[in-house]
T-cell receptor, first 113, second 113 residues
Framework: NAGVTQTPKFRILKIGQSMTLQCTQDMNHNYMYWYRQDPGMGLKLIYY???????DKGEVPNGYNVSRSTTEDFPLRLELAAPSQTSVYFC????????????FGPGTRLTVT | QKEVEQNSGPLSVPEGAIASLNCTYSDRGSQSFFWYRQYSGKSPELIMFIYSNGDKEDGRFTAQLNKASQYVSLLIRDSQPSDSATYLC?????????????FGRGTQLTVWP
C-alpha cells in the first residue's frame, strides 16, 4: 500500500512554461485534494474532488486546472507558470467515512524563475 | 472568508515541559477541529481531533475546545525533542464546505534537550 504518491519531487520551470503534477492514491478514496504551501504559511486549497468526474475550486484556483477521470488519479495542471506559483504542492486523499482524515503525499517542490 | 489564527511561533520549550498551542477560528459553523503535525520538509499528518466542548486526551496530547469562544488548543505534556515540528490547526465545517479543511499557518515548536 503506497498511499498517496506524487511526481515529480522537484521541478524548476521557466516563466510561461506549463507542466502537470501527478497524484495517485491506492486507498480507493473518493475525496482528493490539491494544496499549496508557501514558506511559513498554512496550506491553501487549490482544487478538490469528491469522486471521478467531479471537481470544484478551492481558495486559490487561478492559474491551475484539474481533472479526475479515475478514482486513483488527480493531476494538477499549471498553465503559463508565474513566479507566484513557486511553492510546495501537496496532494491528499480521504475516504467518504472519514473525510477529515486526509492522507498527504510527500509533496512537489516547484520553483518558477 | 474563514479565518484560522494560531499563536505565532516559534515556540521553544525544554524537554519535559508542557507545550501549549492555541488556535482561534472565525466560522461559527465549524463542527470539528483537527490538529496536524508537520515535520520540517515532510507532509502533514493527523494527530488529534475534537468535536465536543471540553477536553480530549490521547497519550501525552490533550485537545481542548470552547466553541462559545471559538477557541481550540493542543497541550503536549512531557514534551520530547521528537515533538519538534509545526502544528497546524484545521477547523472543519459540514454543509457547503463538506470535505474541506481550512488550515492555520501553524505554530513551530522546538523542544530542546
Amino acid at each position: 500500500n503506497a498511499g498517496v504518491t506524487q511526481t515529480p519531487k522537484f521541478r524548476i520551470l521557466k516563466i510561461g512554461q506549463s507542466m502537470t503534477l501527478q497524484c495517485t492514491q491506492d486507498m480507493n478514496h473518493n475525496y482528493m485534494y490539491w494544496y499549496r504551501q508557501d514558506p511559513g504559511m498554512g496550506l491553501k486549497l487549490i482544487y478538490y474532488s469528491v469522486g471521478a468526474g467531479i471537481t470544484d475550486k478551492g481558495e486559490v484556483p487561478n492559474g491551475y486546472n484539474v481533472s479526475r477521470s479515475t478514482t486513483e488519479d488527480f493531476p494538477l495542471r499549471l498553465e503559463l507558470a508565474a513566479p507566484s506559483q513557486t511553492s510546495v504542492y501537496f496532494c491528499a486523499s480521504s475516504s467518504r467515512d472519514r473525510i477529515y482524515e486526509q492522507y498527504f503525499g510527500p509533496g512537489t517542490r516547484l520553483t518558477v524563475t | 472568508q474563514k479565518e484560522v489564527e494560531q499563536n505565532s511561533g516559534p515556540l521553544s520549550v525544554p524537554e519535559g515541559a508542557i507545550a501549549s498551542l492555541n488556535c482561534t477560528y472565525s466560522d461559527r459553523g465549524s463542527q470539528s477541529f483537527f490538529w496536524y503535525r508537520q515535520y520540517s520538509g515532510k507532509s502533514p499528518e493527523l494527530i488529534m481531533f475534537i468535536y465536543s466542548n471540553g477536553d480530549k486526551e490521547d497519550g501525552r496530547f490533550t485537545a481542548q475546545l470552547n466553541k462559545a469562544s471559538q477557541y481550540v488548543s493542543l497541550l503536549i505534556r512531557d514534551s520530547q525533542p521528537s515533538d519538534s515540528a509545526t502544528y497546524l490547526c484545521a477547523p472543519w465545517g459540514g454543509g457547503s464546505t463538506l470535505g474541506r479543511l481550512y488550515f492555520g499557518r501553524g505554530t513551530q515548536l522546538t523542544v530542546w534537550p
